[in-house]
């Protein structure tokens, strides 16, 4: 996020912080500890209630690949008036079959595999670790093949391992408030138009019941799911600058 966003939006002169969330990135876990995708949701909650208490400047929430779907469960949670927007590369709400198919590493891991993390997660069994690359279809995170070479050896990233309890939470997580009830703040998807993993009808089943508030959607021409390409990149970035202008100014 830092390398396609980030940074571009700081240099821009917007206050940019990215967060690793816990079992991603510098992050460190206690030892013995197994976070669930609730704390994923909480600590995000949290962090916000503290930026907030650094000063009253509106906050926007960006989320990249799940971590879209993560700016909308958390915008659901916060206390209403705590984000003034959130955008997401991605709407995934992993309830629905058609997009737990499409994501998934394969139709079996849907359908099958889905359903055995629920039943090992109520055993000693769920704080095992489970290879990302073989729960999604970490295959299609990158258009770019030398991008792909560093992505599949990242452990801190698309190569990392979390625990069964941790997919079974992300696959069955039910928001606070569903879309048809959504009105906590307006919402931009920037999808890429050369998503080979989460394609733009996969968000539409969160983003479509949403009326209470604005909803827009940008395409990134050329761009793969994480949108290295242009003119796709350069689109994300000025959508996003836009977005945050309008909703805070």
Same mark, same amino acid.
């Given at each position: 996020?830092? =390398?396609?966003?980030?940074?571009?939006?700081?240099?821009?002169?917007?206050?940019?912080?990215?967060?690793?969330?816990?079992?991603?990135? =510098?992050?460190?876990?206690?030892?013995?500890?197994?976070?669930?995708?609730?704390?994923?949701?909480?600590?995000?909650?949290?962090?916000?209630?503290? !930026?907030?208490?650094?000063?009253?400047?509106?906050?926007?929430?960006?989320?990249?690949?799940?971590?879209?779907?993560?700016?909308?469960?958390?915008?659901?949670?916060?206390?209403?008036?705590?984000?003034?927007?959130?955008?997401?590369?991605?709407?995934?709400?992993?309830?629905?079959?058609?997009?737990?198919? !499409?994501?998934?590493h394969d139709k079996l891991t849907a359908r099958a595999?889905?359903?055995?993390?629920?039943?090992?997660?109520?055993?000693?069994?769920?704080?095992?670790?489970?290879?990302?690359?073989?729960?999604?279809?970490?295959?299609?995170?990158?258009?770019?093949?030398?991008?792909?070479?560093?992505?599949?050896?990242?452990?801190?990233?698309?190569?990392?391992?979390?625990?069964?309890?941790?997919?079974?939470?992300?696959?069955?997580?039910?928001?606070?408030?569903?879309?048809?009830?959504?009105?906590?703040?307006?919402?931009? =998807?920037?999808?890429?138009?050369?998503?080979?993993?989460?394609?733009?009808?996969?968000?539409?089943?969160?983003?479509?019941?949403?009326?209470?508030?604005?909803?827009?959607?940008?395409?990134?021409?050329?761009?793969?799911?994480?949108?290295? !390409? !242009?003119?796709?990149?350069?689109?994300?970035?000025?959508?996003?600058?836009?977005?945050?202008?309008?909703?805070?100014?």
């Amino acid at each position: 996020m830092s =390398l396609i966003l980030g940074a571009p939006l700081a240099a821009r002169g917007f206050e940019t912080v990215a967060l690793d969330n816990l079992g991603y990135g =510098l992050t460190q876990v206690k030892p013995g500890t197994t976070p669930t995708y609730d704390d994923w949701v909480d600590l995000v909650v949290d962090y916000l209630a503290y !930026e907030q208490s650094r000063d009253d400047r509106p906050i926007v929430l960006y989320g990249l690949s799940a971590g879209g779907m993560l700016t909308y469960h958390v915008a659901a949670k916060a206390p209403r008036g705590t984000l003034a927007g959130i955008v997401g590369m991605t709407f995934l709400d992993q309830r629905d079959q058609q997009v737990r198919d !499409e994501t998934s590493h394969d139709k079996l891991t849907a359908r099958a595999g889905v359903p055995a993390m629920s039943l090992f997660a109520k055993t000693p069994a769920a704080s095992m670790k489970y290879p990302m690359s073989l729960a999604g279809k970490m295959s299609a995170l990158a258009n770019n093949t030398e991008a792909m070479k560093v992505f599949t050896k990242d452990r801190t990233s698309a190569a990392n391992w979390v625990s069964i309890r941790f997919l079974d939470r992300y696959m069955n997580y039910v928001p606070a408030v569903e879309p048809g009830d959504f009105d906590a703040c307006p919402v931009l =998807l920037t999808q890429p138009a050369e998503d080979r993993w989460s394609p733009h009808h996969l968000s539409l089943p969160v983003l479509s019941p949403i009326t209470k508030v604005p909803v827009d959607t940008v395409m990134l021409d050329n761009a793969g799911h994480y949108p290295l !390409e !242009e003119p796709g990149l350069q689109q994300m970035q000025d959508a996003i600058a836009a977005f945050v202008t309008k909703h805070t100014t």
